[in-house]
């Protein structure tokens, strides 16, 4: 099973709401990822888990706040954003072990939550 | 700073023709380099993945080559197919250890029947 899956696909939100994106793999990944991804441009790192713990935040704004319950998922919450949020967010895993080359470096995408800001 | 850049942006070709995708990097001490494919609103689908290490990898009807100290890769597509049609990306993982992915834009390839 190479699945990431992430819910939900689409979230209609206004500025002052609060809510959490949530994505899950069940492949032993070690390395989990949020990417931001705007029409037309390639993904943009934001957050990555290694071993449950944050290992890179690309100084991303304290309006996202990412969680890594345990091993297999990985959560963003969202609070106060603007529309220019308005994106497509991608979570993707990994192996995580650095150096083990070939197949397990590998990033598996998840197909994405669609998220309008109003 | 690591760049990545993919030409053409866009691409349209009729259906069965072989076809050369181009992404080059700015710096050359690279872990390894993964192409990647996106149909729209979609995720993205690993395609191949070439260690630093490595000159090319092949998948089917792909084939992606790596020239690290020119700061170049290809993917070639054989026998294009209606189906291949999506944006392909290409990521450099640099050195040091780090998780990260350096994207280049994307080529929209569009195999017309």
């Known amino acids: 099973d190479t699945e990431v899956t992430q819910t939900p696909k689409h979230l209609v939100m206004g500025m002052t709401n609060k809510k959490s994106l949530k994505c899950e793999q069940h492949?032993?990944?070690?390395?989990m990822y949020w990417y931001k991804q705007k029409a037309k441009k390639p993904p943009e790192l934001m957050f990555v888990y290694s071993y449950e713990k944050l290992s890179i935040n690309e100084s991303v704004p304290s309006r996202f706040s990412p969680e890594c319950p345990n091993s297999s998922l990985l959560n963003l919450h969202l609070h106060a954003l603007q529309p220019e949020d308005s994106a497509l967010y991608l979570c993707a895993s990994s192996h995580g072990f650095f150096g083990a080359g070939g197949v397990h470096e590998t990033q598996y995408f998840g197909p994405g939550t669609r998220l309008l800001v109003l | 700073k690591q760049e990545v850049t993919q030409i053409p942006a866009a691409l349209s070709v009729p259906e069965g023709e072989n076809l050369v995708l181009n992404c080059s990097f700015t710096d050359s001490a690279i872990y390894n380099l993964q192409w990647f494919r996106q149909d729209p609103g979609k995720g993205l689908t690993s395609l191949l993945l070439i260690q630093s290490s490595q000159r090319e990898q092949t998948s089917g009807r792909l084939n992606a080559s790596l020239d690290k100290s020119s700061g170049r890769s290809t993917l070639y597509i054989a026998a294009s197919q209606p189906g291949d049609s999506a944006t392909y990306l290409c990521a450099v993982r640099t050195q040091g250890g780090s998780e990260k992915l350096v994207f280049g834009k994307g080529t929209k390839l569009t195999v017309n029947p």
């Open positions: 492949m032993g990944h070690r390395a």
